[in-house]
Nanobody, 126 residues
């Protein structure tokens, strides 16, 4: 059974950093884990994704500021977020799906992900 649990959110001041964690269980050796966020009144936004093999995808808006990684077993996926601004305030979610045979990397299209965690709140104050 697939299960995703996020942690690591919190309140920080502008310029601060956080390390978000996503504990992912129940996946076989071909899977994608993505990080998304949703602010009140806004659409869900894809941020980054990683395959079990370590291939990464980033949204242009976060390249150079956010880093996705995973532990050796791929059971925990991290999202390091740096140089935070109030515009980064949102609920951050991790989500998972199978990596299809024809795919070489993971997308950050939220509609393609089937399993979602409960989210972890990030609040950035100025």
């Amino acid at each position: 059974q697939v299960n995703l649990v996020e942690s690591g959110g919190g309140s920080v001041q502008s310029g601060g950093s956080l390390r978000l964690s996503c504990e992912a269980s129940g996946y076989n050796n071909r899977r994608c884990i993505g990080w998304f966020r949703q602010a009140p009144g806004k659409e869900r936004e894809g941020l980054a994704a990683i395959s079990l093999g370590g291939l990464t995808t980033y949204a242009d808006s976060v390249k150079g500021r956010f880093t996705i990684s995973q532990d050796n077993g791929g059971n925990t996926v991290f999202l390091e977020v740096h140089s935070l601004t109030p515009e980064d305030t949102a609920m951050y979610y991790c989500a998972g799906r199978a990596l299809l045979p024809r795919e070489t990397g993971c997308s950050i299209v939220s509609g393609q992900y089937r399993r979602w965690g409960q989210g972890t709140q990030v609040t950035v104050s100025s």
